[in-house]
C-alpha cells in the first residue's frame, strides 16, 4: 500500500471511529455520513474490530467502554506482518554483547526470534514464552525475572519482579506496549505492568518500544508509565502527522514498511 493510501484509509478510519463514538453507529448512516458504500464502511469496521477499536453489533459498530487485554495467542495474530518488519528493526539496536531486558508480549517474541544463535549476550525478560523460545540458544545467558504470572501476556508483575530488575543494568530495554503516548509515556491495562516497565526503562542506557501503528492511539488504556528523555520508537506507523509528535518530543523514531497482509 503507498504512503497516499495507507493515508487516506487511516483518515478514513478516524472519521468512522469519530462518527461511532458520537453515536452514529449503524452501517448504512455511516456509508451515507462517509459519501462510501456500505461494504466499505463493513470491511472498514472489521479492520477496526481486528485491531480492537471498535466492537461489532448487528448492522453496525460501537466503540468499547473499557479497555480489554488481548490473550498473547490472541494478539500474536494480530498485525502479524507489522510485528515481524518490527522485530527485525528491534534486533538491530541490539549490542554484540552486553545485556539487554526483552519485555513479555507478541511483538517482543519476535525480536527474540531474530535473538537465537546470537552469542555474548545476557538477556533478561519477563516473558514465559520469550525465556523459553531463548533457552536453546547456548551462546545466550537468559535470565529470567521472577513474579506473579499474568494471565493475558504471560509476564512477571509484581514485588518481586521490580525488587529483580533492579539489581540489574541493562544496555538497552525493549519495552512492548499496549498503547504509547510521546509525552505520557506507554500506556498497559494494570498499575503493576506500568510499574515494570518504569522500572526496565529507568534500569537502561537505552528504552526501545516496539510499537505496531494501532498502538499509537491512547484509547481506554487505563495505567501508564513515564519513559526517560531521548526514548525510541520503532514502528509500522507512515504517517508523518502522527509520527511528527513523537520526533518533536524528541523520539528517536525508526519506522519500518511492513508488507500486506
Known sequence: MNE????????????????????????????????????????????LGAEGLVMRTYGGATTESS??????????RVQLPAKI????????????????????????????????GRSGLTVLTRGLEIALLLAGS????????????T???????????TVALERFMVDVAFLGVDAVDPVDGVGE????????????????????????????ARGAVPAWAPLPAGWTLVTDEQDDVVLRRYRDAGVVVE?????EE
Open 67 to 76: 479497555f480489554h487485554e488481548r490473550a498473547l495467542a490472541e494478539r500474536m
Open 189 to 216: 491495562a494494570t498499575a503493576l505492568e506500568a510499574q515494570v516497565k518504569e522500572v526496565a526503562s529507568r534500569r537502561a542506557r537505552r528504552t526501545v518500544v516496539l510499537a505496531d501503528s494501532t498502538k499509537l
Open 85 to 116: 518488519a518490527i522485530g527485525r528493526r528491534a534486533a538491530e539496536l541490539v549490542p554484540d554483547d552486553g545485556t539487554v531486558f526483552v519485555d513479555a508480549g507478541s511483538t517482543t517474541g519476535q525480536l527474540a526470534e531474530h535473538l537465537r
Open 4 to 47: 497516499s493510501l495507507r493515508s487516506s484509509t487511516r483518515a478514513r478510519h478516524d472519521e468512522l471511529l469519530s462518527l461511532i463514538r458520537g453515536g452514529t453507529t449503524r452501517v448504512e448512516e455511516l456509508a451515507e455520513a462517509l459519501a462510501i458504500s456500505e461494504s466499505t464502511v463493513r470491511r472498514d469496521l472489521a479492520r
Open 151 to 161: 494471565t493475558k501476556s504471560h509476564g512477571m508483575i509484581g514485588p518481586l519482579t
Open 138 to 149: 547456548p551462546g545466550l545467558d537468559v535470565v529470567v525475572i521472577g513474579g506473579s504470572v
Open 255 to 259: 519506522s519500518v514498511e511492513a508488507p
